[in-house]
C-alpha cells in the first residue's frame, strides 16, 4: 500500500481540520496548513508547517505548491452556515466555489492530482428517504448546500478533463471533540447542538432552544444522524489512501447510521455535565427536516471505516472535557 507522505491540509486552523492534521501528525505525515484564520486558531494547528493565507489568493498557492511536492491536498476551507448563506450567498459562491476553484487549478497547474472535499448532507436537501444513500437525489434548499454541490460537480468534470481524482465525503453532524481533550470545537458564533447545550450547562449560555416539538419522531423533536470528528478524520485518511492505491473519483456518505434526537442530546449532556440544563420551546425552522440519518454502508464495504466514538453519550463526554475549561 502506498502511502501519502505530504499533504496540504486548506482550512487546518479549523474544527475538523485541525482535528485532521493531529492525526496526519500522530501518523508520521508531512503536513503544511493553509488557513486564513478567519474562523480558525493557530493554537489548534499541533503539527506541520503554518501559512497564514486565502486560498483566493493564486500567486500564495503557486508558491506553496512550488515549495512541496504534495501527494494530496485536504479541503476543510468552506463556510458553513446555512442561515448566513441565505442572507449573503454572494460569501458563500465566492469562498466556497469561486476559491475552491482557483485552489484546484493550482493543483493541476503543479501535477497534484488527489483531493479530499469535504461535502455536506445539505447537497440532498428535504430528504424523500432516510437512511439516505449517495443515490438519493441531490436538490439543495440552501446557497450553502449548491456551494458544495457546484464543487462535487466540478471535480467530476476535472477527473474527466485534467485527471484529477477526487474523494467527496458528505458529512452530517460533525460532534464531539479529541478524546484526550488536546482540541475542540471553537466557533464564533456558535451553531452545532452539542456545543450549545453544553454552554447551557456550563453557563456560558443562559438556555437552549428546542426548534419544534411537534415532529413526526419518537420524542416529537428533530433526528440527526452525529459522527465523531475524530472518526471523520479516520475516513479522511482512509480517504488518502484508497487515491494513493489508485482508487477512482468516489463519493461518500459519512454519519454513524444511527439517528439521536434533539431532546436525547440535551438529556445525555445533562447526564454527563451532572448540572441543570434551561430549554425554551421555538416554532420549527424553516427547512429542518424531521430526520436526517446517513446510510454509511458503501464507505464502510469500500474502504473499511468503522466508526470509534459512534455512541452519543461518548461525543457529548468529549465535547465537555472541552467545555469544562471555561466553567470548572
Known sequence: MKQAKTILVVGGAGYIGSHMVGLLGELGVNVVVLDNLSSGHKDAVLHGQFVHGDIADRMLLDKVFSSHRFDAVMHFASFIQVGESVQDPAKYYQNNVVNTL??????????????????????????????????????????????????????????????????????????????????AERHEPETHLIPLVLQAASGRRAQVSVFGRDYPTPD???????????????????????????????????????????QEVIEAARQVSLRPIKVVEGPRREGDPAVLVADSSKIKQLLGWQPVFADLKTMVQHAWQAEAKYCC
Open 220 to 262: 416529537g423533536s428533530c433526528v440527526r444522524d452525529y459522527i465523531h470528528v475524530q472518526d471523520l478524520a479516520q475516513a479522511h485518511w482512509l480517504a488518502v489512501q484508497y487515491l494513493c492505491d489508485g482508487g477512482d473519483s468516489n463519493v461518500f456518505n459519512l454519519g454513524n447510521s444511527q439517528g439521536y434526537s434533539v
Open 102 to 183: 482557483n485552489l484546484l487549478n493550482s493543483m493541476c497547474a503543479h501535477g497534484v492530482d488527489k483531493f479530499i472535499f469535504s461535502s455536506t448532507a445539505a447537497i440532498f436537501g428535504e430528504p424523500q428517504y432516510w437512511p439516505i444513500d449517495e443515490s438519493h437525489p441531490k436538490n439543495p434548499i440552501n446557497p450553502y448546500g449548491w456551494s458544495k454541490l457546484m464543487i462535487e460537480q466540478a471535480l467530476a468534470d476535472y477527473h474527466q478533463a485534467y485527471g484529477l481524482r477526487s474523494v467527496c465525503l458528505r458529512y452530517f453532524n460533525a460532534a464531539g471533540a479529541h478524546a484526550e481533550g488536546l482540541l
